[in-house]
């Protein structure tokens, strides 16, 4: 068989079987308590976006006709997520619930509450709740509600007539989102322990105190999961912007995808619900617990037990490199490139950098490229801080991020109010890479400094996200930037840069070209290496270049944290690859590409880079990856990014090739990100 005829796995199965990979993490003893629910949390985020975003652009794929999205494939992938929810459930309620219960920390039904604890709930509901719920019983005058995305609703079945003697059975009470979903008990009445009740809970309690002098026959909580991807065409507007600002009103009720009820809910409201969302049974989850479970990260944030938590870990200041106080400029000016691991190395250098342009006189212009920054963010204060006295601000704000588009627009319209200039990126292509780039005026030159990333300008994503950071003087790489800034504003034809790759121009052909250099190695019987960390690999082209090199003889690992369509392990086509994930306590989010196709130094590329190997980042992103040349930090990046990770035996998980893992080792195994942690704070000390 050759490689054109592998048949690749399925993506979004390969999306959900890395969820079970996090969810894994629940059930491990090793965990401290409250991270294990946590987890359980964190696979509910994921499959929020993953049937937004993914499963809805299957069913359109389905609806168009084309034939590249079966309905067999759909019902295939619902079948997966239906079994990994059941999975989830399972595992918090008899795993994870009794562990907590153990440590006196709960969650009360009505049934468990003391009536102290009953008395108390209720002054709740009277105080806090039930003002702000406004039940709608259904009539010609009153049609089912518009249901918002993932908002939480209660439905319910009542006897007899209403107050004008009409046969109206069917209520839906809407619950408010500025309600918190956890309630902590006072101590008072929490019986020794910590005790927890849930919004669900105190509402269900006295629902039938929304209906006076009817009864409630039967209800449900449920919640609704819409097509959240925010498109516009861009060809069509005007301006990006306002056409964005305009979408998000609308994105809460795109086209339903899945509705979620409690398994007790009678079959008669899960069908009145699935015809009012006209949703098949396939998209019905019964769900054993509270229909979020996203929102029990409020328990863990209350919950006062520090030894169920890992202990804290606090990024190490990269001293030798970079002592505390002195000029950033002036170190890379005089003593080049620097290299910072994050989570490990703390985040805080970069943000001195910028406050120290913004502070220095002599820096002229600042340029940033802006993708996900969140709601706050130092950063862009100081792009803002720039603006005002006078310096020369370039912002490529990419207002596409999905799900942060409203900051990122927030964002620009400050950064525009002060007078910095504010650029979309190229109509049609996000602009993914991560940028930053200083020019200061030093005698009679101007001289440019560099930051590039892996990762996000997000101080606080940067705690818990695994990313490398470049800060460089180099003048050809700031050059290079420089060109992709001027690019992305004037949009002028691409212009190759000396040292840059850059998507959709030049990247994805030159790791094809790469791939090709080493496959002829192999089949020469020279030194053939292929090492990649990446997020995701979807693209067919890489994947199949992959596979003709690891043919031909050339060794391949690759540590993909995510979704990977490449199915290792076939016997003559795939067994030189070997495909790991490593899920541990940070996420891990740097790409690290590493080839040799021969004996010499000038056979070997070691590149950092903003993108995946998916189709989207290689075409249809503005994305970026640099070589690194410098030997020393060559050895760090290869020490510390991606050796670790193929000895972890802790946390990684080897792919099979029918698309399932299975865990390296276990408990008692080397995982890297802890020995990364030891060994930053030990260079520390």
Not at 57 to 62: H, N, R, S, T
Not at 172 to 187: A, D, E, M, Q, W
Not at 530 to 559: C, F, H, M, P
Not at 571 to 586: A, E, K, Q
Request: aromatic share 8%; net charge neutral; with cysteine.
């Amino acid at each position: 068989m050759t490689s054109s005829a592998v048949s690749l796995l399925n993506r979004e199965q390969a999306i959900l079987e890395f969820n079970r990979r996090v969810l894994a993490q629940a059930q491990r003893s090793d965990v401290p308590l409250l991270e294990r629910l946590r987890y359980i949390c964190i696979v509910s985020s994921n499959l929020d976006e993953f049937f937004e975003v993914r499963f809805a652009d299957m069913l359109d794929a389905q609806r168009d006709g084309s034939g590249l999205v079966t309905s067999r494939d759909v019902e295939r992938v619902a079948r997966a997520a239906h079994e990994l929810i059941d999975q989830q459930y399972g595992i918090f309620n008899d795993q994870v619930m009794p562990a907590l219960r153990e440590h006196r920390i709960q969650i009360l039904n009505h049934a468990d509450r003391t009536p102290e604890q009953r008395a108390w709930v209720a002054r709740f509901f009277e105080r806090e709740v039930r003002p702000l719920l406004v039940p709608v019983g259904l009539d010609p005058a009153h049609p089912f509600p518009q249901v918002a995305n993932k908002s939480l609703h209660f439905v319910a079945r009542l006897s007899g007539k209403d107050a004008l003697g009409r046969d109206t059975r069917i209520a839906i009470v809407k619950v408010p989102r500025v309600l918190p979903r956890v309630i902590k008990l006072p101590p008072e009445v929490s019986s020794g322990g910590q005790s927890f009740v849930l919004l669900t809970s105190v509402i269900r309690a006295h629902l039938e105190e929304l209906f006076p002098g009817r009864q409630v026959e039967a209800f449900s909580q449920f919640r609704v999961t819409r097509d959240s991807d925010l498109e516009v065409d861009e060809e069509e507007i005007a301006n990006l912007r306002h056409a964005l600002r305009s979408g998000l009103t609308t994105r809460h009720f795109g086209k339903a995808v899945r509705l979620e009820v409690v398994n007790t809910c009678p079959e008669e409201l899960s069908r009145f619900l699935l015809e009012q969302f006209a949703l098949p049974e396939a998209a019905l989850y019964r769900v054993n617990g509270p229909v979020n479970l996203v929102r029990l990260n409020e328990l863990i944030d209350q919950t006062d037990a520090d030894d169920l938590r890992f202990q804290p870990y606090e990024p190490s200041w990269p001293t030798r490199r970079l002592p505390r106080g002195k000029s950033i400029l002036d170190k890379l000016r005089s003593k080049g490139d620097i290299l910072l691991h994050h989570p490990f190395e703390s985040f805080d250098p970069v943000v001195q950098l910028l406050r120290e342009a913004v502070e220095d006189p002599d820096v002229l212009a600042i340029k940033q490229t802006i993708y996900r920054t969140g709601s706050q963010s130092v950063l862009a204060d100081l792009l803002i801080e720039a603006a005002r006295r006078g310096k020369e601000v370039l912002a490529v704000v990419e207002l596409k991020a999905r799900f942060d588009e409203e900051a990122n627009i927030n964002w620009a319209e400050r950064l525009e109010a002060v007078g910095a200039q504010v650029v979309y990126g190229i109509v049609g292509l996000k602009t993914h890479a991560k940028l930053m780039l200083i020019t200061r005026r030093e005698g009679s030159r101007l001289r440019r400094y560099g930051h590039l990333s892996t990762g996000n300008y997000n101080p606080k994503t940067a705690r818990f996200y695994t990313d490398l950071g470049y800060l460089t003087a180099d003048a050809d790489l700031t050059s290079d930037m420089d060109l992709v800034f001027r690019q992305l504003a004037s949009l002028s034809k691409f212009k190759a840069p000396r040292k840059l790759l850059l998507a959709p121009f030049n990247l994805h052909r030159t790791m094809c070209e790469t791939l090709a250099l080493v496959e002829a190695a192999a089949r020469r019987g020279e030194p053939a290496r292929v090492v990649l960390k990446i997020n995701a690999l979807t693209d067919a082209e890489l994947i199949q270049s992959l596979i003709s090199a690891g043919q031909a003889g050339a060794r391949i690992d690759l540590i993909v944290r995510g979704a990977c369509m490449l199915p290792p392990g076939l016997p003559g086509i795939t067994d030189n690859i070997l495909v790991r994930s490593v899920v541990g306590r940070f996420l891990e989010h740097s790409r690290i590409f590493y080839f040799r196709w021969g004996k010499t130094e000038a056979e070997e590329s070691l590149y950092l880079s903003s993108a995946d190997w998916m189709s989207r980042n290689m075409l249809r992103r503005i994305e970026v990856a640099w070589p690194v040349t410098d030997p020393k930090l060559r050895q760090r990046v290869i020490d510390e990014g991606l050796v670790p990770y193929l000895h972890d035996t802790r946390d990684a998980w080897q792919l099979r090739s029918d698309g399932t893992s299975q865990r390296v080792n276990g408990v008692d195994g080397i995982s890297a990100q802890q020995a990364l942690m030891r060994l930053f704070h030990a260079e520390e000390e």
